[in-house]
T-cell receptor, first 109, second 110 residues
Framework: RKEVEQDPGPFNVPEGATVAFNCTYS??????FFWYRQDCRKEPKLLMS???SGNEDGRFTAQLNRASQYISLLIRDSKLSDSATYLC??????????FGSGTRLSIRP | SQTIHQWPATLVQPVGSPLSLECTVE??????LYWYRQAAGRGLQLLFY??????ISSEVPQNLSASRPQDRQFILSSKKLLLSDSGFYLC?????????FGSGTQLSVL
C-alpha cells in the first residue's frame, strides 16, 4: 500500500461546479498535512495547510480526518484557472515528507 | 523574504555525460534543503535532503549524489547519466514543515 494515495483523475467538470478530492495516508503518526497545486511543467506551490478543525480559504475548504486517515479538498464555484494537478502532502518528519501522485482537474467552459 | 533559485531551467544531456544542478536559497539561514525528482505523469520522489553543511541523507540508491558546500547552496551531481535519470528535478527548502520549491530543471537524457 502506498503511504499517500490519491485518485489520479482526471476530473473534468464545468465551470461553476463544486469538486472534491480525497487523499488517504497510512502513517498514523503523521503530523502535518497540505494541499499543493502544480501547473504543467511548473513547480508545486502551496495551496493550503490542512487542520483538524478544517479550514477555508475563499472557495477552497480543506478537512482532516485523523481517525480515518484521510484529508480532503473541496473547491466551490470552480474557475477555468483552477485547472491543475492537486497534490496531497503528508509530513511525518524533516526526512519524511510524502507526496501523493496528484489528482488532475480540468475545468471546462 | 526568502527566495530559492535553481538552474538551469532545461537541460539536454547525452547518456554517460556528467550532471551538475545548483540551487541556492536567500533570506534564511540553516534551512533544510531537498532534491526531488518527478518523472513524467508521476509523483515527487525524494532523492536527498540536508539539515546542514556537509550533512546529506540519501533516500534512494542511484547514480546521483548531492553536496552542500555552503549553508544555502545545494548541488545535485552525477558522474555518468542514465536514460532513466530523465525527469523534472526540484530543489526545495522548508519552514514550519512546509516545502517551498525552486522553479525546477527539466532534464532530458538522450
Amino acid at each position: 500500500r502506498k503511504e499517500v494515495e490519491q485518485d489520479p483523475g482526471p476530473f473534468n467538470v464545468p465551470e461553476g461546479a463544486t469538486v472534491a478530492f480525497n487523499c488517504t495516508y497510512s502513517n498514523s503518526a503523521s503530523q502535518s498535512f497540505f494541499w499543493y497545486r502544480q501547473d504543467c511543467r511548473k513547480e508545486p506551490k502551496l495551496l493550503m495547510s490542512v487542520y483538524s478543525s478544517g479550514n477555508e480559504d475563499g472557495r477552497f475548504t480543506a478537512q482532516l480526518n485523523r481517525a480515518s486517515q484521510y484529508i480532503s479538498l473541496l473547491i466551490r464555484d470552480s474557475k477555468l484557472s483552477d485547472s491543475a494537478t492537486y497534490l496531497c502532502v503528508v509530513y511525518s518528519s524533516a526526512s519524511k515528507i510524502i507526496f501523493g501522485s496528484g489528482t488532475r482537474l480540468s475545468i471546462r467552459p | 523574504s526568502q527566495t530559492i533559485h535553481q538552474w538551469p531551467a532545461t537541460l539536454v544531456q547525452p547518456v554517460g555525460s556528467p550532471l551538475s544542478l545548483e540551487c541556492t536559497v536567500e533570506g534564511t539561514s540553516n534551512p533544510n534543503l531537498y532534491w526531488y525528482r518527478q518523472a513524467a505523469g508521476r509523483g515527487l520522489q525524494l532523492l536527498f535532503y540536508s539539515v546542514g553543511i556537509g550533512q546529506i541523507s540519501s533516500e534512494v540508491p542511484q547514480n546521483l549524489s548531492a553536496s552542500r558546500p555552503q549553508d544555502r547552496q545545494f548541488i545535485l551531481s552525477s558522474k555518468k547519466l542514465l536514460l532513466s535519470d530523465s525527469g523534472f528535478y526540484l530543489c526545495a527548502w522548508s519552514r514550519d514543515n512546509v516545502l517551498f520549491f525552486g522553479s525546477g530543471t527539466q532534464l532530458s537524457v538522450l
